[in-house]
């Protein structure tokens, strides 16, 4: 027995069975604990499920939470914009309202102090009668800067944008300015052009005469030139002064409201509100508005606009040119004026009848129609002012004392309404307008013209 185990033959068997169980042990402790992994992963896999399951609801309901937040946030940020919103519509129509109210009694101020120059023969007396009309002055320019921004800020001022001819805008220019440049001692020179573009006529009136109203307000000597120059599909004018200039700094606040420079001793009026306006209505416009300027050199203000072909110009209702009407005689006229402010109605009166007219004064169409007999038959013009009181226009009330007189009696509208649809329906109309506060030489060169 003991020497067939020791058989070399019979050991070596034994040690390639015993290798061959070796493998096989292995390889099926290998399976098992391959098998195991696979459980413990599953079982992993698993309870890493149940953990993100958990992270992701509690993040969802943070998520959720964080939204409601924000809806709440934006619900409290609209009902603000909403109260801004509904705050600076009150804001601008409460300033127009009483803006347009305010022009009422300036207009029966100015009316007022004419007719008392004209009974005033002391030279004292004209001087305070002139100072008086230069602070009337310049409050209407305050409340017609502010009507504008009001109407601009209510959405009230829409810009008709269509081709205009440069050439009659600058000579109306002219002749508006060249004599209080001269006044001050300054010259102004308006190079003339032949150039269209694409604007708004009123809009466009008003930038300019606040331009060149502000390089006149501001420049002491020297003087004021505005002049084109032609770009391709853009038009320049430019506005330059001898000023003091503006440094860098403070160029770009004086276009915002209420910021003023250091105006000439000659004139100290002013509010600030003219560059404010010139900025407004150009980006409402699409023009751009720049700024040259060297401290003690002077000041250039440039307005860009899109230029236009002159053979696509509107027919426009021309303005009445009143200075190139000859004054008649007034004596005698018979007026009849529909005008629902009493004080506006009594200076306009006193100021008629100082002309020699003979004024009926009444405050509405039927009022107008009940008191015609005091005219002593029918009036030779009309003057009716465009807003009456409960919603009547003044263009109806023409319209019935014509119809029941049958005769198309001579009549003019007076207004403190600076809207573009107020102009236009008078003009459809075939009626003359004059805007408050009435500037008695123009009415008085409006009148002689229709009772001519």
Not at 314 to 332: C, F, I, P, S, T
Request: negative net charge; hydrophobic residues 45%; proline residues 3%.
């Amino acid at each position: 027995m003991t020497g067939t185990w020791q058989d070399p033959a019979t050991v070596e068997q034994l040690r390639r069975e015993t290798a061959k169980l070796k493998k096989i042990n292995a390889a099926l402790m290998s399976r098992v604990e391959r098998s195991m992994d696979q459980q413990l992963n599953a079982f992993s896999l698993f309870e890493t499920a149940i953990a993100l399951d958990h992270q992701v609801r509690n993040r969802t309901h943070q998520l959720r939470e964080a939204l409601h937040s924000i809806e709440r946030a934006n619900e409290g940020l609209y009902r603000a914009k909403q109260q801004a919103e509904e705050a600076s519509s009150l804001k601008s129509s409460v300033l127009i309202s009483v803006t347009h109210d305010l022009l009422q009694p300036l207009n029966a101020a100015r009316l007022t102090l004419s007719a008392l120059t004209e009974m005033m023969e002391s030279q004292d007396a004209g001087l305070l009668i002139e100072q008086v009309d230069r602070s009337l002055l310049t409050l209407e320019d305050l409340l017609r800067s502010l009507l504008e921004i009001a109407k601009l800020d209510a959405g009230a001022l829409k810009p008709d944008v269509h081709p205009l001819a440069l050439a009659p805008l600058f000579e109306q220019l002219r002749n508006e300015f060249e004599p209080i440049a001269a006044r001050q001692g300054l010259v102004l020179r308006i190079r003339t052009t032949e150039l269209a573009v694409s604007s708004d006529a009123m809009m466009l009136r008003r930038i300019l005469q606040n331009l060149i109203a502000n390089a006149i307000r501001y420049t002491r000597s020297g003087g004021v030139i505005m002049g084109c120059r032609h770009h391709p599909n853009r038009v320049c004018v430019q506005i330059s002064d001898t000023g003091p200039g503006i440094p860098q700094a403070q160029q770009e606040a004086i276009f915002r409201e209420f910021q003023r420079g250091d105006a000439s001793a000659i004139d100290k009026a002013g509010f600030g509100l003219g560059l404010s306006i010139v900025r407004r209505f150009a980006t409402v416009l699409g023009h751009e508005v720049r700024l040259s300027s060297l401290v003690g050199r002077g000041s250039t203000f440039t307005l860009e606009m899109e230029t236009a072909d002159r053979a696509d110009i509107r027919d426009e209702v021309h303005e009445v040119k009143l200075a190139e009407r000859q004054y008649g005689g007034l004596e005698g006229a018979k007026i009849l004026l529909i005008e629902n402010d009493p004080s506006g109605s009594e200076a306009m009166a006193a100021l008629l009848e100082g002309w020699g007219c003979d004024v009926a004064a009444t405050r509405s169409a039927s009022d107008a129609l009940l008191r015609l007999s005091e005219l002593g038959g029918a009036p030779d013009a009309i003057i009716a002012d465009l807003h009456l009181d409960h919603g009547e226009s003044g263009l109806s009330a023409v319209a019935d004392v014509r119809q029941q007189l049958r005769l198309e009696v001579p009549a003019m509208i007076i207004t403190a309404d600076y809207s573009e649809k107020a102009a236009k329906e008078a003009s459809l109309c075939g009626l003359e307008v004059l805007k408050k506060p009435i500037k008695p030489a123009e009415m008085r060169a409006l009148l002689s013209f229709l009772l001519s």
